[in-house]
Antibody, heavy 125, light 108 residues
Framework: QVQLVESGGGVVRPGTSLRLSCAAS????????IHWVRQAPGKGLEWVAV????????YYADSMKGRFSISRDISNNTVYLQMTSLRAEDTAVYFC??????????????????WGLGTLVTVSS | EIVLTQSPGPLSLSPGERATLSCRAS???????LAWYQQRPGQAPRLLIY???SRAAGIPDRFSGSGSGTDFTLTISRLEPEDFAVYYC?????????FGGGTKVEIK
C-alpha cells in the first residue's frame, strides 16, 4: 500500500543544518509530486516546498526560500528536505505528502492524498 | 498570494448535529484547487474533499463539500464521535499550497 515515511528529525542548535528524508513505497516519485508541510506545536499547517513529478520544478514558501532545498533520489524513491540556518521558529513536525492531480469534468483538481506520520525537528540552544 | 480564512472557530456541537464549516479565499480561485483535510490529535492530516466537492476514497458520505469563487463550505451532516477534530481548507496552484488556519470542531 502507498506509504510515506519521514526520518531525520531531532534536536539541533540554532544556525545549524539538518536533512530530512521522505521514503516512498508502492508508487514511484517519478510519477508524483511530493510536498513538505510543517506544523509548529499547537499551530496550523504550513506548506514548505514541493518537487514536481519531473524533478525539474521546485517551489518554496517565501519564508523558506534560500534556506531550505528540496531534492530527490529516484533510485531510492526518496525525497529530501535540506534545511540550513535553522531558527527556533523552524521547530515543528515536518510531514511529507503526495500530490494528487486528477481531472474531474472540465477541471483539474489538486490536493495531497497520502501523508507520512511526520518527523519532529526541535531547534533549541 | 491567496489567503484562506476559515470560520467559525471553534465550533461546539453535540454528536448527531450538523456541522457547517466555511473557507473564504482572498480572491476567486478555481474549485479544482480547493480541498479539505481532517486532522485528529497526534495524527497526520487526512484528505476528505478534493476539487471542492469530490469525496476522497474511503470518506463517509456524511462529509460533503460545496462552493465556488471565494466561498467554500464543508458540511458534516451528522457528527460521529470520531469527527471531532480540526479541519483545514487548502488552495493548491502551480507554484504552491496555502492552508487556512483551521476550524476545531469540539464536543459541546
Amino acid at each position: 500500500q502507498v506509504q510515506l515515511v519521514e526520518s531525520g528529525g531531532g534536536v539541533v542548535r540554532p544556525g545549524t543544518s539538518l536533512r530530512l528524508s521522505c521514503a516512498a513505497s508502492d508508487f514511484s516519485i517519478s510519477n508524483f509530486g511530493i510536498h513538505w508541510v510543517r506544523q509548529a506545536p499547537g499551530k496550523g499547517l504550513e506548506w514548505v516546498a514541493v518537487i514536481w513529478f519531473d524533478g525539474r520544478n521546485r517551489y518554496y514558501a517565501d519564508s523558506m526560500k534560500g534556506r531550505f532545498s528540496i531534492s530527490r533520489d529516484i533510485s531510492n524513491n526518496t525525497v529530501y528536505l535540506q534545511m540550513t540556518s535553522l531558527r527556533a521558529e523552524d521547530t515543528a513536525v515536518y510531514f511529507c505528502a503526495r500530490s494528487l492531480i486528477v481531472p474531474v469534468g472540465l477541471t483539474t483538481t489538486r490536493s495531497l492524498d497520502y501523508w507520512g506520520l511526520g518527523t519532529l525537528v526541535t531547534v533549541s540552544s | 498570494e491567496i489567503v484562506l480564512t476559515q470560520s467559525p472557530g471553534p465550533l461546539s456541537l453535540s454528536p448527531g448535529e450538523r456541522a457547517t464549516l466555511s473557507c473564504r479565499a482572498s480572491q476567486s480561485v478555481s474549485s479544482g484547487a480547493l480541498a479539505w483535510y481532517q486532522q485528529r490529535p497526534g495524527q497526520a492530516p487526512r484528505l476528505l474533499i478534493y476539487g471542492a466537492s469530490s469525496r476522497a476514497a474511503g470518506i463517509p458520505d456524511r462529509f460533503s463539500g460545496s462552493g465556488s469563487g471565494t466561498d467554500f463550505t464543508l458540511t458534516i451532516s451528522r457528527l460521529e464521535p470520531e469527527d471531532f477534530a480540526v479541519y483545514y481548507c487548502q488552495h493548491y496552484d502551480m507554484s504552491g499550497v496555502t492552508f487556512g488556519g483551521g476550524t476545531k470542531v469540539e464536543i459541546k
